[in-house]
C-alpha cells in the first residue's frame, strides 16, 4: 500500500484514509476497554481518545477534499482506469480552446501504472530505504498513542493531583490564610489544609468590605486553576461549551436578581457621593457618623489616598473624592468581574466536588500512615526498571552459614557476627517460643507489638518490671508478688485510721464504727 501511495495514486490515497479511519475507530474501542480493565489510568484513555479524534476529523477533512474533486484529480484518474483517456495525456488548447482528450486502453493504461509502480520500488531497493507501513495495525497505534498520554498527563499534572485524581490547592491555601482582614472574619475555616478545603467555595459569605486588592487576586488566581484543572481532567468534555453556559446562566441570574443582593452592593458603591454622604470613595469606607467622616477627612491616609486618585484621573478628583462617571464605571466593571469569579467559583466547586472529596480523604490517608508506609506506596508507584544484563548475570553470594546481609547485599563479617552476638539463640515463652537472634534483637522486642499482645493476654501491664522475664510462670509469680508488695504498702483505712472516743480512748475506725452503731461510745 505504501509504495502504490508513494506513486501518487488519488484512488488508494482515498481508500487508505477510510483504512486509517476505521483503525483509529478500532483504537478508541480499546481505550475505552483499557479505562474500563484500569480505572486509576482513566486520565489516559480520555486522552488518548480526544488525539484519535482530533487525528479522524483531520482525515475526514481530508476525505471531503478529495470527494469534491475540485482540480479533477479524481475524475482523471477514473476515467484512466476506464480506459476512457490515456494515463500520459495532458489538457492541450488551442485558440483558448481545450481539446478533448484522447481515449486510451484500458491494458495500456493498467502496465504503464504497474511499470511505475516497479520503477518506484526498484529505486527505493536501490537507496536501501525502508517503506514505511501506510496503516499500522490497532495494537501498535494504540501503543504508541498511549505513551505519548502518558508523557503528556506527566507533564500537565502534579505529583500531588495524581493524574487527575486530586487537586493540589497548597499553593492558593498559602496565599488564602495570608488574607489577615478575611480570617478576622472567621467565615471560612482554614485551620488546616483539610478544613480550607471544605469551606474554600463559601467566598459569598465574606463581608464585602474585607474584599481588597489582595482577595481579588487570589480569586483570580482561584478561578484560574479550578477552571484549567477541569479542562486538563476533563479532555473529552466540550470546555469552551461550558464556559459559556457559566456565562450566560450568570448573566440571567444578574438580570433576575438571585445573586444574594449583589446587584444592590454593586449600585451602591458606584453610585454618586450624594446619594451616600457617609462613603469615602477614596479610602473606599463607609462611616456610620457625620462627625468621624469629617474627621477622617482631615487625616493623612485619606489625603494620601485622594492624592493618589487624583494622579490617576487627572484632576477629576477633588479634595472631597466625589466619584466622576469615569471611576464609578471602572469600579462598577471590577465588582461585577468579582461577583463573576465568586459565581463561577461556587459551580466549579459543584462540578468537581467527587474530586475535592477524594483529595480529602486522601490528604486523610497521607497524615495518618507511617513513613515506611509512605515508601511503600510510592514504590508501588513507581516503574520497575528493566535489569541489566549484569544484574541479571549476578550469582547469588556464598553464604553457608547464613550470615545476616550488610547494606551492600552482602554477608557481614564473621567478626562482627561475633562481636555482636548474632550467634546466640533467646527465646520467649510470652511470645509464643519466637526466637530472636542476638542481644540486641532480643532487648528491643519487649517493646514491640507480638511481646506487649502477649503480655495483655496475660492480663499483666507490660512495664518495666518484667523486662528480661520470657517466661510465663515468672511473670505471672512476679506479678502477684508485685500487687502483694502494693496493698502491704497501701494505705489502709479500716485499720490505719485512728479515732477517739469521749473518755479519750483510741481507736481504728471499725471498732469506732461498731460500738457507735451499739451506742456504747
Same mark, same amino acid.
Given at each position: ?81 476506464? /480506459? ?12 483558448? %480552446? ?22 518506484? +520500488? ?6 536501501? !530505504?525502508? %517503506? ?5 495495525? %490497532? ?20 505529583? !500531588?493531583? @495524581? ?107 458606584? %453610585? ?80 468537581? !466536588? ?68 548474632? @550467634?546466640?539463640?533467646?527465646? +520467649? !515463652? ?7 537472634? /542476638? ?17 495483655? +493476654? ?64
Amino acid at each position: 500500500h505504501g509504495i502504490i501511495l508513494m506513486s501518487g495514486s488519488i484512488i488508494e490515497r482515498l481508500r487508505g484514509l477510510h483504512e486509517e479511519i476505521e483503525i483509529l475507530e478500532k483504537a478508541i474501542a480499546k481505550a475505552f476497554h483499557f479505562r474500563d480493565d484500569n480505572p486509576k489510568e482513566g486520565a489516559f484513555a480520555d486522552y488518548m481518545v480526544q488525539k484519535f479524534m482530533e487525528e479522524i476529523r483531520k482525515k475526514s477533512q481530508e476525505i471531503l477534499s478529495i470527494y469534491a474533486d475540485k482540480d479533477d484529480q479524481k475524475k482523471n484518474e477514473i476515467e484512466v482506469l476506464a /480506459g476512457q483517456r490515456d494515463v500520459w495525456w495532458e489538457a492541450e488548447k488551442t485558440d483558448g %480552446v481545450e481539446i478533448e482528450p484522447k481515449k486510451g486502453d484500458v491494458w495500456v493504461n493498467y502496465y504503464s501504472k504497474l511499470k511505475e509502480i516497479r520503477d518506484h +520500488c526498484t529505486k527505493l531497493q536501490s537507496t536501501m !530505504e525502508e %517503506v514505511p507501513a501506510d496503516n499500522p495495525s %490497532v495494537e501498535a497505534t494504540f501503543d504508541q498513542m498511549l505513551s505519548l498520554a502518558t508523557r503528556k498527563c506527566d507533564e500537565i499534572f502534579t505529583a !500531588e493531583e @495524581g493524574k487527575g485524581k486530586y487537586v493540589d490547592m497548597n499553593t492558593l491555601y498559602t496565599k488564602f490564610i495570608n488574607l489577615k482582614k478575611v480570617l478576622s472574619a472567621n467565615v471560612i475555616k482554614a485551620d488546616t489544609y483539610i478544613s480550607y478545603l471544605l469551606n474554600f467555595s463559601r467566598l459569598k459569605e465574606i463581608p464585602t468590605r474585607l474584599k481588597d486588592k489582595a482577595y481579588q487576586d487570589y480569586v483570580e488566581a482561584l478561578y484560574i486553576y479550578m477552571n484549567g484543572f477541569i479542562k486538563k481532567s476533563q479532555p473529552l468534555s466540550d470546555h469552551s461549551k461550558f464556559e459559556m453556559d457559566l456565562k450566560n446562566q450568570f448573566e440571567q441570574d444578574w438580570k433576575d436578581g438571585k445573586l444574594d443582593g449583589w446587584k444592590k452592593i454593586v449600585d451602591r458603591a458606584t %453610585v454618586s457621593d450624594k446619594a451616600d454622604p457617609l462613603f469615602c470613595f477614596a479610602c473606599q469606607k463607609k462611616f456610620t457618623d457625620e462627625n468621624v467622616f469629617e474627621h477622617h477627612k482631615k487625616g493623612k491616609k485619606h489625603i494620601k489616598a485622594v492624592d493618589a486618585l487624583y494622579v490617576k484621573y487627572g484632576g477629576m478628583i477633588t479634595a472631597e473624592a466625589s466619584v466622576p462617571k469615569e471611576v464609578k464605571a471602572e469600579t462598577k466593571k471590577k465588582l461585577e468581574r468579582q461577583v463573576f469569579l465568586e459565581y463561577a467559583i461556587e459551580k466549579l466547586y459543584d462540578n468537581l !466536588e467527587d474530586v475535592i472529596y477524594a483529595t480529602i480523604n486522601q490528604v486523610r490517608k497521607k497524615q495518618s500512615r507511617l513513613y515506611s508506609e509512605i515508601l511503600a506506596a510510592e514504590n508501588e508507584n513507581k516503574e520497575p526498571e528493566p535489569a541489566s544484563e549484569s544484574e541479571e548475570e549476578k550469582q547469588p553470594e556464598y553464604n553457608p552459614k547464613h550470615f545476616p546481609t550488610g547494606f551492600d547485599g552482602k554477608p557481614i563479617p564473621y567478626w562482627l557476627y561475633k562481636l555482636h552476638g548474632l @550467634g546466640i539463640e533467646y527465646k +520467649c !515463652e510470652i511470645c509464643g517460643g519466637t526466637s530472636y537472634w /542476638g542481644r540486641r534483637a532480643f532487648e528491643r522486642h519487649f517493646q514491640e507489638w507480638r511481646h506487649a499482645y502477649g503480655m495483655k +493476654c496475660l492480663k499483666i501491664p507490660n512495664t518495666v518490671h518484667f523486662r528480661d522475664v520470657t517466661r510465663i510462670e515468672d511473670a505471672l509469680k512476679l506479678y502477684h508478688k508485685i500487687m502483694q508488695d502494693n496493698y502491704s504498702n497501701s494505705f489502709k483505712p479500716d485499720i490505719e485510721e485512728e479515732f477517739e472516743d469521749s473518755q479519750g480512748n483510741i481507736l481504728n475506725r471499725k471498732q469506732y464504727i461498731d460500738l457507735q452503731r451499739q451506742g456504747l461510745l
